[in-house]
Structure formats: C-alpha cells, structure tokens
C-alpha cells in the first residue's frame, strides 16, 4: 500500500509546503547549477516528480531516469518532465532493484523522501550501489526526514504526528490520521549521523548536511573530500 499513490494527500502537501519541498529543491537546484557539464540524473522514489520537473528546467540534461512503484504518479511525472530535452525513463520498480541493476555510471543520483523507506541493510545496499553507480566527479543528492540523535522511531513518529496534526490543516483530520498510519507502517528514518556513516562504509569520502528544515535534511555525497 502507498498511501501517497492516491495523489491527493501528498499533493495538499506539496501544495501547502509541509515539508519544505520549496526551501530543499532551491537547495537542489543550487547544487545542479554548479555542474558546469550536462548530466545524466537518476531519480529513486521520483513520484510525480513534481518539484524536480521545475528543478531541471535550468540544467543541461542529457539522460533522466525515474524509478518508483507507483503507476499513478509515474503517468504523471511523464507530463511534468516532458519539456526535458533528453531522453526520460520511467521504471516502474523498486528503486533499489533499479539502482542495483543499473550498470552505465551517471553524473548525478537523487532520491526525494524515498530512502527512509528501505531496510537498514538495504539503505547499506543503496549507498554501496550509488557509489559504483556514480561517475567519480558524480554527485549523490539525498533528501529525507531523520530522526533527532536522540530519538528512537517511536518518538520521531510521535514528533511528525503532533507536527501534522497541529500545522498540515489543509488535510482533514482522517487524511492526516491515515499519513500518520501510513508512516507508522512504512517509514524507517535513520538519524543524519546513521546516514554519514552508512555513506562513509560505501566509500564516499565527501559527505554534507546542505541544509536542514525541521526534521527534514538534504544531503551531498561525493567520492572525492
Ligand atoms: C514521499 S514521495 C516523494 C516523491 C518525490 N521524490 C518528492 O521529493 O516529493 C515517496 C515516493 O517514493 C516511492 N517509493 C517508496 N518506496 C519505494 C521503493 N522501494 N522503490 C521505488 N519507489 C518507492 C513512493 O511510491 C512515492 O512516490
């Protein structure tokens, strides 16, 4: 089950920028104008795509692949990158799979709200498999919620809760009830000091908090310091 497949929810929330998508695709598209060459870009867990759709429109892109398992939001990432000059894939899978099946190394990996989805050992596998992915001046983009150092899973979920509940108004109250649920079921975030390490295991030597809103970090890695 993807509770955010119906769209509608999700959208509200993107619509009311709940969870920062203007503040952390700013960031991100600060980052990707620096590359002074065009990229190819993978993006894990890309949903609509909504927000990097207008991340892209001032980058050079040569190659954009999108992996999600959601049918509904891939049909309509399809008219969001459709003024991309480039090549677009949109594969309807597991991203981990994608990534570890993927075998032509690209310039950029990024992957929205996505990874706290996936297992500890399978964020280990991800991390491993971005970085033989990677093209060595390659950069790896994450961004996701994380809990505070202190915080256990049942905290951090209590925290989001009390923060949906008293600021995500534009939901009624049984949608928010049902993103609480929904994450109760799925969402796994690692502390940002977790997310380092694990990235440091799979080799990448530079690592950066870019940015934090909330409890919800944009991330670079990159293999070189
Ligand atoms: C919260 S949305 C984020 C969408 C977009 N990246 C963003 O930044 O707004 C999370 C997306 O990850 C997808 N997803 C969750 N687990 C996944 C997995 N294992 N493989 C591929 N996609 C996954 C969901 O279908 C959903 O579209």
């Known amino acids: 089950m993807e509770l955010f497949d119906a769209g509608a929810a999700y959208d509200a929330v993107l619509e009311h920028n709940y969870m920062f998508h203007r503040e952390i695709y700013e960031d991100v598209a600060h980052l990707l104008s620096h590359r002074q060459e065009p990229f190819t870009i993978l993006d894990l867990g890309c949903g609509t795509a909504r927000y990097m759709a207008q991340t892209l429109r001032n980058c050079t892109v040569t190659a954009y692949d999108g992996f999600d398992l959601s049918e509904s939001a891939l049909r309509e990432a399809r008219n969001n990158l459709a003024h991309l000059n480039c090549p677009v894939t949109l594969h309807h899978g597991d991203m ?125 890695f990159t293999k070189t310091p």
Not at 112 to 125: I, P, T, Y
Not at 138 to 144: A, P
Not at 152 to 161: E, I, N
Not at 191 to 212: K, W, Y
Request: charged share 30%; glycine share 4%.
């Open 96 to 220: 981990l799979g994608g990534l570890t099946a993927t075998t032509h190394k690209r310039e950029v990996i990024f992957s929205g709200f996505a990874q706290h989805h996936l297992s500890w050992e399978n964020k280990a596998a991800f991390f491993e498999h971005a970085h033989r992915v990677l093209h060595d001046d390659g950069m790896l983009l994450l961004v996701d919620a994380a809990r505070e150092p202190d915080e256990d899973r049942d905290t951090f979920l209590d925290a989001y809760y009390r923060r949906i509940k008293t600021e995500w108004k534009a939901l009624t109250p049984e949608a928010q009830d049902e993103v609480c649920c929904h994450m109760r079921e799925y969402d796994f975030p690692e502390t940002a000091l977790d997310i380092h390490a694990l990235a440091a295991r799979a080799g990448f030597a530079g690592r950066r908090e870019v940015n934090q809103f909330h409890r919800h970090h944009t991330w670079s």
